[in-house]
């Protein structure tokens, strides 16, 4: 649990939520969360495999980058990617080989308005051009 917190929690910016064990000396259960993001976290035998992936949808990315960049986590240094599905997109592993993608989509550009042509504009009053029928 000391590497998944100081991970999660001295790295990513994550806070414990709670924590739970049966009894003493039994594997740990908590929930992490940073914002609207939670994850529960587990020492249980068969809860999960490590080398999962897991793909977050997020707004704020490059401003994520640098918060956790001028930590200085000495294990980990993530960049930031431009992916074909109009993203960008920044990995981090934690320590039990697990893979978190946070993902920021790139906002649509507006198609540009197609050029006019002497055919299909006219002049309003005042002499400037105004699509319309010929």
Do not use: C
Not at 53 to 75: C, D, P, Q, T
């Amino acid at each position: 649990m000391k590497k998944a917190k100081e991970f999660y929690l001295g790295f990513l910016g994550f806070k414990v939520d709670w924590e739970h064990r049966f009894e003493p000396r039994t594997p740990l259960y908590m929930q992490v969360s940073r914002g609207d993001l939670i994850f529960h976290l587990s020492e249980h035998h068969g809860d999960s495999v490590p080398g999962a992936a897991v793909f977050v949808s997020l707004s704020g990315l490059r401003e994520f980058h640098r918060e956790i960049s001028s930590k200085g986590y000495r294990f980990y240094r993530p960049s930031i990617r431009r992916m074909p599905w109009h993203a960008d997109l920044m990995e981090v592993q934690d320590p039990f080989g697990n893979r978190i993608r946070f993902n920021e989509y790139i906002p649509a550009k507006k198609p540009a308005q197609r050029a006019t042509t002497g055919k299909n504009m006219r002049k309003a009053a005042g002499g400037k051009p105004v699509r319309g029928r010929s």
